[in-house]
């Protein structure tokens, strides 16, 4: 007897429910449904699904044109259905436990979870298997005649083609002896089996060297090592360098992260470089480290305790002999940080910080160690606590305190660990007491008053002398030195600033045109500054140029922490303007307003003040300073000092007025000029505009084709969907200072200095395919090209190929790299190079 429920195509398909009515029978309902019809023969106890059909069982998924489900043996086959050209549509899909199968025919049993599988495809992480016959067990499956790729494709561009092999799902594929083909065609690059992890999250594994030839190290393999996936909160890198001539280097590279608590990762690298043959002149030996540390505590972990560290040391010649990035190569200034802050409810706040600075170019190292700092947030004495009502003048008056204690030493990197570079460490204490008293004047002008006492404490001063040296071949010289003395010294200060300020705004509108309104704001600005002389002579001396024959004066805590203190009084008083011109203009590219502001000058100020304190030159020279953006993308900025005084002949400013000397207000004395260009261009600028569907798919634009990873190897793809893109950045400075002895010397009357650098990187597509990417930049000043990088890219699919060119400089070498586009085959590849080390 049979039973036919059609039902219409695209309505709602036949839901059905076989419920348990034997001890035989599966313990879960399984739901089938179909689009085109669901026969039913009772008698057999079986269920016929015709088109788009599909069967859930517990975490068992089947799409298929035709499935077969047998109650009585708790089967089930699936398979396509032929047109009448004889093509299969709708062949069997078989989802289990986020694995897929795609096949010809599926046979599968509902109580035993074992099935058979005919020319199935199925995926494993990033890789496809292939198999001609497949058998299936609830964790694991074997497979007979098959192969592994990272292609996507049903005849793939390559594959490693094994007889037979057993899946764990989740874990590993184990293969018997694997052969690699590219289209069909087998190579001799054959294994006695194949072992390839495939679990998720991470896993432990050998990481594959590169290997080459450099000149005067020999043959070498780079980045051996073992990787470590511990545990989901940290892992582990272990690798090393070896060369044939002895040179090495070993590496550890850790990454930790803890949820709501903290991120960061730990590198750590030592080698010994040895250069040439030994006992030949050439021979050389360098010892080198990096010590790499970045820690980040999340927001969350703590509501006020928070502690950071960025540090980044390394020896002069590391990235010189070292696999190393452009720019770790390119940098000789690195600085390091470790911080820690507190509050106590938002009123006392604490820092405490150790840094280090150093420049690999001059040896020079900056080391600090604690630098702290104690500090009162601001209050206000007058106002009351639960105060209603409108403030008086005085309740806005502010107190705040400051602290900082640090112990400093500057020297070079060879004498860090000297004693007595630490016996000669600055110890130095700060105390700032600023007070402000802010008042505004008939709501249009701005009353602010600004006194700060300072005081500096010190546990060492210097003094200064000519001390008479004799060289290696017993010749007499002389030497400035300085004589370190220990005693504690205290330094007072204090500073009194009054201002008024207030804004004018002029505008002009139009009727008529595009241009709406023309906006000028001046800002009007008269201060005072008294700053009185509290120390006197007590901490000036001099000493004898023995060279010169003249007394020269110096203070004994100039190269303190802090400094000095003033030794001058200073009364004076300044007047500046400054302007800010901006219109409004029509666009439609504003749909909501239909206008847009557009700022011609951000900023033109006039400036000059007159000492009172001073007994001749009390009037500053004129400054007319400004900046504006032109077009988004060029920055202009200009400096131009005109000096009321007259020079004489020696070139030394004298209390005479140019007005009256020479008939005219003021004397051009000095000009700079600066203009920067950020010019960033791509397709997208001229209206192309990409799908959402490429966004996702497209890596990260980057001005070059590849960044470099802590390896110094290129890891990124470029984006095709952007045809070319090019980015420029020039600047131009240019000074202008009066020469102060032109009228002795006959010279010229003004020093003109110009500096000028300029940077270009791009790339573009030649085919959909093939992808160029170049850096490059002009040295006016040696008149030569500075760092030029080229880069060609192609997609090959599921493979890539990699060129990488620097014709010339420091870092002059070529790499060449075939690989698997997917990582778990990322060490399949062929790499070949010749980079900057070669050439040491």
Same mark, same amino acid.
Not at 714 to 723: C, G, H, L
């Given at each position: 007897?049979?039973?036919i429920?059609s039902l219409p195509?695209?309505?709602?398909a036949q ?15 399984? #739901? ?7 026969v ?14 599909e ?5 068992v ?6 499935i077969?489900i047998d ?8 398979s396509g259905?032929?047109d009448?050209?004889?093509?299969i549509?709708?062949?069997?899909k ?17 109580t ?6 005919t020319s199935?495809?199925t ?11 497949v058998?299936k ?18 005849? =793939? ?17 184990i293969?018997?002896?694997a ?12 294994i =006695?089996?194949?072992?390839?992890p495939n679990e998720?999250?991470?896993s432990?594994?050998?990481?594959m060297p #590169? ?6 190290r ?6 051996l ?12 890198l272990l ?6 001539r002895?040179?090495?280097a070993?590496?550890?590279l850790?990454?930790?992260?803890f ?7 730990v ?14 002149p ?7 480290f990096?010590i790499k540390w ?11 305790t ?9 020896s002069?010649?590391?990235n010189k002999y070292?696999p190393?990035?452009?720019n ?6 690195y ?10 409810k ?24 604690p630098?702290m700092n ?8 007058f106002?009351k606590?639960?105060?209603?009502g ?10 705040k ?8 030493i500057?020297t ?8 007595q ?14 007070? #402000?008293i802010p ?11 600004n ?20 060289d ?5 010289y ?19 600033? #009054?201002?008024?300020?207030?804004k ?21 600005n008269?201060?005072?500054l008294?700053n ?6 007590r ?16 203070s004994y805590?100039?190269?303190s ?10 009364a004076?008083?300044r007047?500046s303007i400054?302007n800010n011109?901006?219109m409004?203009v ?10 847009r ?14 000492n009172?304190?001073?007994d ?11 900046r ?10 200009f400096n ?14 004298i ?17 700079n000029i600066s203009?920067?260009?950020?010019w960033?261009?791509d ?19 980057n001005?070059?084709?590849f ?5 110094g190897m =290129? ?9 070319w ?16 002895y032109?009228k002795i010397?006959?010279?010229k009357?003004y ?6 650098t ?11 395919k093939w ?11 040696n ?10 890219y ?21 790499s060449f ?5 997917a990582?778990v085959?990322q ?5 070949m190079?010749?980079?900057?080390r070669?050439?040491?």
């Open positions: 007897m049979f039973i429920s195509f695209l309505n709602q839901n059905d429910t076989i419920k348990r009515i034997s001890p035989n029978a599966i313990e879960q309902i399984v #739901t089938y449904k179909s689009v085109d019809s669901i039913i023969d009772v008698k057999m106890r079986k269920a016929y699904l015709f088109k788009t059909a069967v859930l069982y517990e975490d998924e089947l799409y298929a044109d035709y077969e109650f009585k043996n708790n089967e089930l086959f699936a259905i032929a009448s050209s004889g093509n549509h709708g062949s069997p078989l989802s289990q436990d986020g694995s897929d199968f795609w096949a010809q025919e599926i046979k599968y049993n509902f035993t979870k074992k099935g058979k599988i199935v495809i995926t494993e992480g990033e890789g496809f298997v292939h198999g001609k016959y058998k067990f609830d964790d694991y499956s074997f497979i007979k005649d098959g192969l592994y790729t990272t292609c996507e494709l049903d005849d =793939p561009h390559f594959e490693i083609a094994f007889t037979k092999a057993k899946f764990v799902n989740g874990k590993k594929i293969t018997g002896p052969y690699l083909s590219f289209a069909g065609i087998p190579t001799f690059l054959a =006695p089996f194949g072992y390839f998720k999250g991470r432990s594994g050998l990481v #590169t290997f080459g030839e450099a000149a005067n020999g043959f070498y393999f780079e980045n090592g073992y990787y470590f996936g511990i545990s989901d909160n940290f892992d582990l690798a090393g360098d070896i060369y044939t002895g040179s090495w070993v590496k550890a850790s990454n930790y992260v949820r709501y608590k903290c991120s960061g990762f590198d750590v690298s030592y080698a010994q470089n040895f250069m040439g043959e030994r006992y030949t050439s021979y050389s030996k360098a010892n080198d990096k970045e820690h980040n505590q999340d927001p969350k972990s703590h509501p006020v928070r502690f950071s560290a960025h540090v980044d040391i390394v002069r010649t590391f070292n190393s990035t452009i770790d190569y390119l940098s000789n200034q600085t390091s940080k470790i911080n820690f802050s507190t509050n106590i938002n009123i006392f706040f604490f820092d405490a910080s150790m840094s280090y600075s150093q420049s690999t170019q001059t040896g020079m190292v900056d080391f600090a160690l630098d104690l500090s009162v947030n601001q209050f206000y004495p106002r606590k639960n105060k209603v409108k403030l008086k003048w005085y309740d806005n008056i502010s107190l305190w400051n602290s900082q204690f640090t112990n400093s500057s070079y990197d060879s004498l860090l660990v000297k004693r570079t630490w016996e000669e460490m600055k110890v130095g204490m700060r105390h700032v007491i600023p007070l #402000t008042v505004k004047i008939a709501k249009l002008i701005n009353w602010n008053t006194i700060t006492f300072t005081e500096k404490w010190y546990l060492q001063s210097i003094t200064k002398g000519f001390d008479t040296l004799l290696v071949h017993g010749n007499r002389s030497m400035l030195t300085d004589t370190f003395h220990r005693r504690f010294n205290a330094l007072h200060e204090l500073s009194m600033q #009054t201002a008024l300020t207030t004018i705004y002029l505008m002009t509108q139009f009727k008529k045109g595009n241009l709406l309104a023309i906006r000028h704001v001046i800002t009007p008269l201060n005072f008294y009185p002389d509290l120390m006197g002579d901490m000036n001396g001099t000493y004898f140029n023995t060279i010169t024959g003249q007394e020269v004066p110096y805590y100039e190269k922490n802090f400094g000095s203190v003033n030794t001058n009084t200073q004076n008083l007047l400054s011109i901006e409004k029509k666009s439609k590219r504003d749909t909501i307003t239909g206008t502001k557009l700022v011609l000058v951000e900023d033109l100020t006039l400036s000059m003040f007159y009172f304190a001073a001749s030159l009390r009037l500053s020279p004129l400054t007319i300073s400004g504006t953006t032109l077009f988004k993308q060029l920055y202009l900025t131009i000092g005109f000096d009321p005084y007259c020079l004489t002949d020696s070139g030394k400013r209390n005479k007025y140019e007005v009256k000397e020479n008939k005219k207000l003021f004397r051009f004395s000095s000009s203009v920067g260009l950020n960033r261009l397709a997208s600028t001229f209206g192309r505009k990409k799908k959402e569907d490429e966004k996702k798919e497209s890596a990260t634009n001005q070059t084709i960044t470099e990873n802590s390896l =290129p890891n990124t793809r470029p984006d095709f969907n952007n045809p893109s090019v980015t420029l950045n020039y600047t131009f400075a240019y000074n202008v200072q009066e020469n102060p032109f010397n006959y010279d009357q020093i003109n200095t110009i500096v000028q300029l940077n270009i990187a791009g790339d573009f597509s030649i085919t959909r992808k160029v990417g170049f850096t490059t930049g002009f040295d006016f000043t008149k030569s090209l500075s760092y030029t990088s080229i880069d060609i192609r997609d090959l699919h599921c493979w890539e190929m990699r060129f990488n060119w620097i014709p010339f400089g420091g870092r002059k070498g070529w790299t075939i690989n698997v586009k990582s085959l060490d399949m590849k062929f790499n190079k010749r980079d900057f070669n050439n040491l």
